[in-house]
């Protein structure tokens, strides 16, 4: 098993330098940080080259990826301008755990600004997953054990709605409805914006107030996809022959349901859980753009839109790694629902 | 009960607690913070219950990137300055200057080279530590030291400071450098004994503490808190040498979109909204906000570019004039609901400097045509556009940011441009691709397109620019510069000559001719003025706006609940 | 959660089990019990319709035709969907954008299919060393959450491509990026089937005998195993023309989507939405033909799903 887990996790190193390539020279092809850095005028032209020398940015993209991945601390760089390397680089490179200085946020290191994020994406995000996972299976196995029942339609039809329609819709018009609306109505309203009200300061119930309609946005269309899934996977499961038997033998539904459905269709529910896991610290970054949340989606593309390299590879190969790490969690626990499945 | 369902059970349960230990655990580390403790032995109130306070909440599209002035470029950094810093000079809501940290505004000598400031004796920095010469000279040591990879070294790499006493600051320039007065000292000004011994511990500024968290400072309000993503909060700086702040403290909530800050001020939610779109400005209207516009000397203009790669139509001023002529701008303005006025120059915010006996150019589309005709642009093949005498169409390329107002101006000026016979092509860029360097290939800087339109401001309040300098233009050896548009010697000529102009009316003349002289030659085209805009909800009094230092009065402001 | 979103589940695998029916009678038998697919059908022809026909009775000029004294009209005998922010007719814009998307959608489909298709081919059919270096590449590809791979990629080559010119009609360059970025960001869990599907079928028979009559890899892969595998292909097709037109929805929402002047329905949406309460046509309009098609997509994949399903198949009648 052991032996297993090492193989498989060092048959990630490839993966995850492939990734980094891949989106480093994405994004560093793209636009210039140096252009306005996020002022409302052009910067200025010799403080352009200037930064340009001193961040690094006017080496040729592979040595800034080699600075990134291994650091620059074992060769001399030019400060001053004079042409002639005279300082000892100071980046130690991701491998050795050092993600680099934000662009954007001078001074910070991108871990840091990650780090400060990622709780407030938590936050939001587990609990949104947990009541998708719960309504979603509720909604499936209600579906695929009255296929085709005029509910089953309803729902169906209902979901397909939700899974149809852009998230930036949901949002903005519950914003509209529940918070702008109620207030002019006169009846209780949730709040618009933000994790909490300043004037409030953070307490717990202001955060969970707040986060009524962010998880309301993300559910509503999240549910409906999900309950297909399961749906159809139920399906599957249903129409198998020991099910047959199981009633044949004069199991109650909900027996057959429970003990044999079910079980049975846990497999590709963990497969889905262990694909949302790590996109869960990836945030959303619609949901958390309308409703002002504090979290990884929005730092992923305030920085993206200042081309802040070290923090949108900072976030890029975070969710990567996660990826990885719960693939290897989701084929255990396969092995461990499913007998059948051994790893050596 | 099957086994796996227990586990299932069991997983959802397990993350449902943590879930809400988590929550707790944050509630209980991060209560609601007081005002901090004052640390002068000013005697506890004693009567009366203290009342609720008073704090106010400003929407803030963009989070800063830094506080500290050297590193930002952001002006949603900058513009909180006021609040938590302080200038030498501010200004007021007409935009003029008046001193602040200063017993009068600094003296320039005759021959302009030496700029003289007369500190008062009786500033502090929030920590009760006096401010004196030496904090102005260690700033500026600090920003020309290449191994503090600041911003910008834009002035302060143009003159020599020094401090003969506590309270006189002297900056020596080697030429006269007239636009001082909207170019040094806005918030930059650093505590060197909080930072000096960083610097020399670490070597540099870069990573300071003080970047982020200012809290010596030495505005009417102090850093408190930045939590990233979410606010920044600035409480009342109790040892403050310019008087007590009426508020208890000033939060900049972060609302990254327009349509949320605009549902966040309707809503009551937020106390100041700025800049939203011009279109929900009757929204606000209609719900009984304030709206405050303030000139910020911004104006949204075309740049024509005539470069040697442009198409030859855009380089013929017939062309250009018939253009002028064919934008109906005041009607566009119009579209933004009266907030705005129409422009003629790019110093129009600065009257002073304007030539007062310009003319904009009418809207006149019948003289467009005719001019074109004229010269000899007709439409020949007869699909609408004029070609010109050796038979190429009088096609045009346009190119812009990606912000939603510019995106549909391009659509009614490729219109109205259509109906005298000129085809514009319109192209959009995310800001930091359209005004990439020469060696990234910037659609401005290689010179892709003839026409390009954003917004900008001269040194504001002053009018010096240095985008039509030739020695600005971008190239191979150069690519960093962003004159964009060509090298006209006249013009370049008299741009020098205002800057070692002393003489403030003798100044004031050599503008009139740089406006008259781009006007004539339609080199910018102004589409319409940009000013600052700000949203007030009513519940707030004695607020006060300048275009330059937003919040220069910010310690009279006031709730009335 | 939207970064996550797309159609990763795995896919029924057809296997060629066989009835007295045909195949086609068959799925059309157990499709046309699926009415919501039936319905889904009828409103996609009705929709291509709209775009389509509705181009006779506007041209293009007249979808950019800007007006400033009718700017926010609300839907009028003369405009009968209303006037957006600078006075163009919402009606003609929903026609003309309406082309855009679908198409979007479509070769943004094509592409993904093409993509998926030859990857999980050749990485099925070949196995080994290539199989595994393109596995790899898929699962890099997996591992980078879609919203923000489309964003990187299509602000990188957002001013690479000029406008171009097709059938007479302008196209901004960006149309050809989002249908490339779209298509290059969503073929991966194609591949995979495809290639599962590949490992299991070149073992088969049929394909024995293929080879043994001399037939070249290229015919064995399209001519011979390829058709075997349609069915998820098909379903995943479908799908995936649904998920192109929201990604565009969703990239124009975040300001990197298709540039003026072409109009589609997602950047029509794009400064709609600030006029949610005050000009809802601006956004019900655009918004609900998004809607009314990716929904009909959606259940047309779906029947489509239930009446390849072989074991359904084996099932009816």
Same mark, same amino acid.
């Given at each position: ?6 193989r ?8 995850l330098i ?17 252009a ?14 200037r930064l ?6 006017d ?25 002639v ?7 130690r ?6 993600f680099?200085? $934000? ?40 579906s ?14 209902g ?14 018009a ?17 709040p ?17 107030? *707040? ?10 269309i ?18 198998q ?6 009633y ?5 539904e ?15 529910i963990v ?20 409703f ?12 993206l839109?200042?081309?802040?390299v ?7 190969m ?27 | 009960?099957s ?13 449902m ?26 005697p ?13 909440t400003i ?8 506080l500290?002035?050297a ?7 900058w513009?909180?300055?006021?609040v ?15 001193p ?8 320039v000598?005759?021959?302009g ?5 007369n500190?008062?004796?009786d500033?502090t ?9 030496d ?21 302060y ?10 309270q006189t600051?002297v ?11 909207s170019?040094?000292w806005q918030?930059v000004?650093?505590?060197? *004994? ?6 020399d511990?670490?070597g540099?500024?870069?990573? #300071? ?7 010596v400072?030495c ?5 408190d ?21 009426k ?5 900049f909530?972060?609302?990254p ?6 549902a ?11 800049w ?10 209609d719900?009984?906000?304030?709206i ?9 203009g075309w740049y ?25 701008? #005041? ?9 705005v ?44 556009i004029?070609e ?13 940011t ?8 391009q659509a ?21 691709i359209?005004?990439?360097?020469f ?16 917004s900008?401001?001269?040194?504001f ?5 240095d ?14 510069g ?10 370049d ?5 205002q ?12 503008? *009139? ?8 030659n339609?080199?910018?085209?102004g ?16 607020y006060?706006f ?16 | 959660?939207?970064? $996550? ?12 089990e ?10 059309w038998?157990?499709f ?7 319905i889904?059908v009828?409103?996609?022809?009705l929709?291509?319709?709209y775009?389509?026909?509705g181009?006779?009775f506007?041209?293009?000029a ?12 609300p839907?009028? =005998?003369?405009?009968p969907?209303?006037?957006?922010v ?7 814009r ?26 999980g081919?050749i990485?099925?059919?070949y ?35 000029? =406008? ?25 869990g194609?591949?995979?089937i ?7 079928l ?27 595998t ?11 023309v ?14 990197v989507?298709?540039?003026p ?17 005050? #000009?809802?046509w ?5 918004g609900g ?5 990716v ?5 047309v ?17």
């Open positions: 098993m052991s032996r297993y887990i090492a498989r996790l060092l048959q990630a190193i490839p993966l492939i990734i980094s390539i891949l989106i480093f020279v994405l994004l560093r092809s793209s636009g210039d940080p140096l306005t850095m996020g002022g409302r005028r052009v910067t200025r032209p010799d403080d352009r080259a340009a020398r001193v961040l690094g940015l080496q040729p993209i592979y040595m800034q990826y080699i600075y990134w991945l291994i650091g620059n601390d074992w060769v001399m760089i030019d400060v001053d301008g004079d042409g390397p005279e300082t000892q680089g100071s980046r490179g991701v491998l050795r755990g050092d680099g200085n $934000s662009l954007v946020t001078r001074g910070k290191s991108a871990v840091e600004i990650i780090t400060e994020r990622l709780p407030n994406t938590l936050m939001l995000m587990i609990p949104t997953e947990i009541i998708i996972l719960t309504i979603s299976l509720s909604i499936g196995i209600y695929a054990l009255r296929q085709y029942s005029i509910l089953d339609q309803v729902v169906t039809a979901s397909f709605i939700g899974y149809s329609m852009p998230i930036f819709f949901i949002a903005l519950s914003m509209y409805l529940f918070a702008v609306n109620f207030r002019k109505w006169g009846l209780p309203y949730l618009t914006v933000g994790m909490f009200d300043p004037k409030v300061g953070k307490t717990t119930s202001q955060i969970i107030w *707040h986060m009524v309609l962010p998880i309301l946005s993300m559910s509503v999240s549910i409906s996809g999900y309950s297909r899934y399961i749906r159809s996977q139920m399906l599957e499961v249903i129409s022959d020991y099910i047959r038997t199981a044949a033998k004069g199991l109650s909900r027996m057959v349901l429970i003990g044999h459905a079910l079980k049975n269709a846990s497999i590709p497969t889905l859980i262990g694909i949302d896991i790590p996109f869960l610290l990836g945030g959303a970054v619609v949901t958390e753009t309308i002002g949340w504090p979290g990884m989606g929005r730092l992923f593309i305030d920085h839109s200042r081309y802040d070290p923090v949108v590879m900072g976030i890029l975070l969710i990567s790694i996660a990826v990885v790490i719960s693939q290897l969690l989701t084929d255990l626990v396969y092995g461990w629902l499913d007998p059948r499945i051994r790893y050596d | 009960m086994f796996k369902r227990t586990i299932w059970i069991g997983l959802l349960l397990l993350t607690i943590s879930l809400v230990l988590a929550g707790c655990a944050r509630a209980t580390e991060e209560p609601v913070a007081p005002p901090p403790e004052d640390t002068e032995p000013a506890p109130p004693t009567e009366a219950p203290p009342a609720e306070p008073k704090i106010i929407a803030w599209t963009q989070e800063p990137d830094t500290n002035q590193y930002s470029a952001m002006w949603y950094s513009a909180t300055t006021a938590w810093h302080c200038w030498p000079w501010q200004y007021d809501e007409n935009n003029e200057p008046y602040h940290m200063l017993t009068e505004m600094p003296t000598s005759a021959d080279l030496v700029i003289t400031m500190l008062r004796d500033i920095w929030s920590d009760g530590t006096p401010i004196t010469a904090d102005f000279v260690f700033t500026h040591e600090m920003i020309i030291n290449p191994a503090n990879a600041v911003d910008s070294t834009y002035p790499d143009y003159f020599e400071i020094s401090a003969p006493d506590a600051v900056m020596t320039f080697e030429e006269p450098f007239t636009p001082w007065m170019n040094l918030g000004l650093k505590p060197k *004994h909080v930072l000096q011994p960083v610097f511990s670490e540099t500024l870069d990573e #300071a503490e003080w970047n982020l968290a200012p809290t400072s505005g009417p309000f102090v850093f808190e930045w939590e990233s993503g979410s606010f920044i909060r600035f409480v009342k700086n109790e040892n403050y040498w310019g008087g007590e702040p508020l208890d403290a000033v939060v909530q972060f609302v979109d327009d349509a949320a800050q605009t966040a001020a309707l809503a009551g939610d937020v106390d100041i909204a700025f939203p779109p011009y279109e929900d400005i009757p929204a606000f209207r719900a009984g906000l304030n405050v516009t303030q000139a910020s000397g911004y104006n949204e024509f570019n005539m470069r040697e790669m442009a198409s030859p139509g855009v380089k013929d001023l017939v062309v250009r004039k018939a253009i002028a002529m064919s934008l109906d701008r #005041a009607s566009n303005t119009a579209i933004r609901l009266g907030v006025k129409p422009v003629k120059t790019f110093f129009d915010a600065i009257p002073a400097f304007v030539d007062p006996t310009l003319e904009p150019w009418p809207y006149d589309p019948e003289a467009a045509k005719q001019l074109l005709e004229d010269a000899g642009y007709v439409d020949s093949d007869g699909d609408g004029r010109d005498l050796d038979g190429n169409p009088l096609t045009l390329t346009q190119g812009n990606t912000k939603e107002e510019r995106l549909n101006y009614v000026a490729q219109q109205q441009l259509l109906e005298v016979g000129i085809d514009l092509q319109i192209l959009s860029y995310d800001a930091d359209l005004f990439g360097s060696s990234d290939a910037g659609p401005a800087a290689i010179g892709d397109l003839d026409i390009m339109q954003w900008d401001a001269p040194a309040p002053d009018p010096d620019t985008y039509w300098l030739c020695s600005e233009m971008p190239s191979e050896e150069y690519p960093w962003y004159n964009y548009f060509f090298c006209d010697e006249t013009l000529a008299l741009f020098k000559k800057l070692v102009t002393v003489d403030a009316d003798e100044r004031a003349a050599v503008f *009139h001719e740089i406006s008259r002289y781009m006007h004539e339609v080199y910018w085209l589409i319409w003025e940009d000013p600052d805009v700000w949203i007030v909800n009513p519940r707030l009094s004695g006060l300048s275009g330059v230092t937003p919040f220069f009065n910010i310690m009279d402001w006031d709730v009335v609940e | 959660m939207e970064t $996550s979103f797309g159609p990763t589940a795995p896919l029924a695998i057809a296997d060629a066989r009835s007295p029916l045909s195949l086609g009678q068959l799925v038998l157990r046309k019990r699926h009415k919501m697919a039936v889904g009828v409103i996609l022809i929709l291509i319709l775009s389509v026909v181009a006779f506007f041209t293009e007249e979808a950019n035709h800007t007006d400033l004294t009718l700017k926010f009209k839907p009028s =005998s003369e405009h969907l209303g006037t957006d600078i006075g163009r007719d919402i009606l003609a929903t026609i003309f954008g309406g082309q855009i998307s679908l198409m979007i959608g479509l070769s943004a489909m094509i592409v993904q299919v093409m993509v998926g298709v030859l990857i081919a990485a099925g059919y196995g080994g060393l290539l199989d595994s270096i393109l596995m790899r590449f898929t699962e890099a590809m997996f591992n980078i959450p879609q919203l923000p791979l489309l964003l990187v990629l299509s602000k990188m080559l957002s001013d690479k491509i000029p =406008s171009v010119n097709l059938f007479g009609r302008e196209f901004s360059g960006s149309v050809v990026v989002i249908v490339a970025v779209i298509g290059l960001t969503s073929w991966m194609l591949a995979r495809v290639r599962a599907n590949f490992l299991s070149r073992e088969q028979d049929f394909v024995t005998a293929a080879k043994c009559i001399g037939a070249s890899n290229a015919s064995i892969i399209f001519e011979h195993i390829l058709p075997n349609m069915a998820p292909v098909i379903v995943n097709a479908t799908l995936g649904a998920n192109a037109i929201i990604n565009e929805a969703y990239v124009s929402f975040l300001g989507g298709v540039m002047p072409t109009a589609t329905w997602g950047n029509m949406l794009n400064g709609a939405y600030k006029y949610i309460e005050s #000009a809802p601006l956004w019900i309009f655009p033909l998004i809607v009314l098609t929904l009909s997509i959606n259940f994949g779906d029947g489509l799903r239930d009446a390849l399903d072989p074991r359904a198949l084996v099932e009816t009648e």
